[in-house]
Nanobody, 119 residues
Framework: QVQLVESGGGLVQPGESLRLSCVASGSIDSLNGMGWYRQAPGKQRELVASIFRDDKTNEVDIVKGRFTISRGGTKNTIYLQMNSLRPEDTAVYYC?????????????WGQGTQVTVSS
């Protein structure tokens, strides 16, 4: 089992920055990757960025150049640096982690942290 705890959300104005953190605990050595999703009101949850076991990263096109996913000094912490925030970035941001064993993928989710971008 893996537990994920996010922090760092809040209310900011357009153009400002926020950094989200996610700390994983439990069987973190089993993880193949971690990432960030977001869900705006009335919309489906969508992938924002991923970081893999080998530290390769991927940010989706809608945030590329503004958001950066990274890993902390310890393997159990990831960050999402969000710059040039826009009102459409408003959502609950969820930390995600996954482990693949014998072709079966197990996913884990944090409780979410609210990000609101508004003037």
């Amino acid at each position: 089992q893996v537990q994920l705890v996010e922090s760092g959300g809040g209310l900011v104005q357009p153009g400002e920055s926020l950094r989200l953190s996610c700390v994983a605990s439990g069987s973190i050595d089993s993880l193949n990757g971690m990432g960030w999703y977001r869900q705006a009101p009335g919309k489906q949850r969508e992938l924002v960025a991923s970081i893999f076991r080998d530290d390769k990263t991927n940010e989706v096109d809608i945030v590329k150049g503004r958001f950066t996913i990274s890993r902390g000094g310890t393997k159990n912490t990831i960050y999402l640096q969000m710059n040039s925030l826009r009102p459409e970035d408003t959502a609950v941001y969820y930390c995600n982690a996954w482990a693949i064993r014998n072709t079966i993928t197990t996913g884990y989710w944090g409780q979410g942290t609210q990000v609101t971008v508004s003037s």
